[in-house]
């Protein structure tokens, strides 16, 4: 193995370009051919290829370094040691891509010296059209412009098309954006001018001297139309450098993703990484130099939405579901916007994250509980006395508990990493609590060793500690099942969402007097609508008719609590 410089191959053209990303490490084995560095010109992104097959041993630039041709930007050793190819020819890149695109580069700045001197000048690469003289000989005069030499590339795909019909452009502004396997190439316009008919489509393949687009050109090389009325500053805002922004679509605007950028800029390289991740690269931020995506900046996008489907998902979409646009609703009349609060969003994205996880079944039931109120009635005097009301939830809690413990696979959550099953060794139950922020779900511990008077006064407290927003986060966790009761305000039924990792939640209604059949007449019975909610994944249909009928009995006959 012999260490070789690898050099800044000719341009193009170009005479100092920026070094926009590194591709390699020291240490790393190349294969011919394979990218080492990105550059950028003001118009073209290239990748330098390895001129052979080796091991990188120093890269000696790093982002943002400006080089020429000639200059050495890393050092390796050449696998097979004295290689011909791999000495002051791979330098030149003689067989690499970059070498041949800068043949044709000094190509076209030539040709278009001649007819257009002032772009020419500034032009420091390929990207040239020709202009092809009109019929129309006024002050002003179409043009087709066509491909330029494309640094020998053939069949060169189009990713983007910068322009659209009517737009203003001035001399060097993008009007396509091709894609080689090695680089992504602007082709700028030649004159200022007005955009007619684009004759050309994304995924089109352009070689040179193809019809790109026509164009109205004044003589002077600006179109006669914004000569006359529009000033450089509208013309910039104009929707010329974002096709995207053009489109009627008033959903667009309320999104709450962030918009896509109308115009990319990307290197190959991250373009490939794109595709590779699937990431839009239309919403990815460029951090780069004029804006452009770097590799870091796709993997931070891709971090940034994994992290979000993992936390949840954004109150829309999540799980690869696509999200719900929102029309623009002033279309159907007066709106307002108000923020929501941070509990609002919790709660929202809980409730999303639950729904989508979790494999939900209702099974319902009705609880005859005449009896237990009367009870519950006898204790009112008593309850005054300790100060303390004892509404029917301290007996749901105690019959949940108890429900609990003779069904155990209820007091468990799924670890489907390990597929394994985590038993539960104490009853904790949540309680919903509806308060004027949001709903909050305090947690009642070691329900099963407690009484109904001390159930009573700390569900009252901790209620009133989520209304007053006193809950600390430690009241509100460590759940092993929930109880949502609805029954203070009405409702003959519901489908509670499982407050995931726990594994069931208990719906409570309000309970009525309905007539109940006892095989001889129907009696007036006051019944408890109970809807449990459970996950199919951790309890089967059987186990959940077993749990709302083992609580039907311990509700309807509240001796069976003390069993
Ligand atoms: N059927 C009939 N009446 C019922 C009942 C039921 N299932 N549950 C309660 N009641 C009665 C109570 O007895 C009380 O009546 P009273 O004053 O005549 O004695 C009245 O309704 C109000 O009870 P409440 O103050 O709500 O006490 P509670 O202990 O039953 O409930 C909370 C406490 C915290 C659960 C309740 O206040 C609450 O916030 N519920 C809403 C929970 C929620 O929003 N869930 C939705 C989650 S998506």
């Given at each position: ?304 939405q994994l992290?979000q489907v993992q936390e949840g998902g954004a109150?829309s979409g999540g799980a690869g579901i696509p999200g ?25 994205n809980?409730?999303q994250r639950n729904w989508l996880n979790v ?205």
């Amino acid at each position: 193995m012999s260490e070789q410089d690898i050099k800044v191959p000719d341009l193009g053209g170009a005479e100092e370009v920026e070094v926009i990303e590194i591709l390699v490490n020291e240490g790393d084995s190349v294969a011919e051919e394979d990218p080492i560095l990105t550059v950028e010109s003001d118009k073209a992104t290239v990748e330098l290829p390895a001129p052979a097959a080796g091991k990188i041993t120093a890269i000696t630039v790093k982002v943002g370094d400006k080089v020429r041709e000639g200059d050495v930007v890393g050092t390796f050793n050449a696998e097979g040691g004295g290689d011909a190819e791999v000495g002051d020819e791979a330098d030149v890149g003689g067989k690499a891509d970059v070498g041949d695109r800068a043949e044709s580069g000094d190509d076209a700045e030539s040709a278009d010296a001649t007819t257009d001197s002032a772009a020419a000048e500034s032009e420091p690469e390929a990207a040239k059209a020709e202009p092809k003289p009109s019929s129309n000989a006024g002050a002003a005069r179409e043009e087709t412009v066509k491909v330029p030499p494309l640094d020998g590339f053939e069949n060169v795909p189009v990713i983007e098309i910068n322009v659209s019909e009517g737009d203003s452009v001035e001399i060097d502004d993008p009007l396509v954006t091709v894609e080689s396997d090695k680089a992504t190439m602007e082709l700028p316009s030649p004159f200022a001018g007005k955009i007619g008919k684009i004759l050309v489509k994304e995924g089109d393949t352009l070689s040179e001297g193809d019809s790109l687009v026509e164009m109205i050109v004044s003589v002077g090389g600006e179109a006669e139309a914004e000569s006359a009325a529009a000033p450089k500053d509208a013309e910039a805002a104009a929707p010329a450098k974002a096709p995207e922004a053009a489109k009627p679509a008033p959903e667009s605007k309320p999104e709450a993703t962030p918009a896509p950028s109308a115009k990319v800029h990307a290197g190959p390289a991250v373009r490939k990484l794109a595709r590779e991740l699937g990431a839009d690269l239309a919403r990815v931020q460029g951090k780069g130099p004029k804006g452009r995506i770097l590799k870091e900046d796709v993997e931070a996008y891709i971090k940034h939405q994994l992290r979000q489907v993992q936390e949840g998902g954004a109150v829309s979409g999540g799980a690869g579901i696509p999200g719900i646009k929102l029309p623009d609703f002033s279309q159907f009349g007066e709106t307002e916007r108000e923020s929501m609060s941070r509990l609002h969003v919790a709660t929202a994205n809980n409730m999303q994250r639950n729904w989508l996880n979790v494999p939900h079944v209702t099974q319902f039931d009705d609880a005859d509980i005449t009896e237990l109120e009367d009870y519950r009635k006898s204790l009112k005097a008593e309850g005054e006395r300790r100060g303390v009301k004892m509404t029917p939830l301290p007996f749901m809690l105690k019959a949940c508990a108890r429900a609990l413990a003779d069904l155990p696979q209820f007091n468990v959550s799924l670890d489907l990493e390990k597929k394994e099953l985590i038993r539960k060794r104490y009853i904790h139950i949540g309680i919903a609590v509806d308060t004027p922020a949001g709903l909050m779900v305090p947690v009642i511990r070691d329900v099963d060793q407690k009484g109904l008077w001390e159930l009573a006064q700390e569900a009252a407290e901790l209620a009133a500690k989520a209304r007053d927003k006193k809950l600390k986060p430690a009241e509100m966790q460590g759940a092993c099942f929930t109880i949502t009761s609805l029954g203070g305000i009405g409702g003959t039924a519901f489908t509670p969402i499982v407050n995931a990792p726990e594994v069931a939640i208990l719906g409570v209604s309000k309970a009525a007097m309905q007539p109940v059949w006892d095989g001889a007449a129907f009696q007036p019975r006051l019944m408890l609508p109970l809807s449990l909610s459970y996950d199919h994944r951790a309890v089967n249909g059987a186990d959940a008719a077993r749990f709302t009928t083992r609580l039907s009995e311990l509700l309807g006959d509240i001796r069976h609590l003390l069993l």
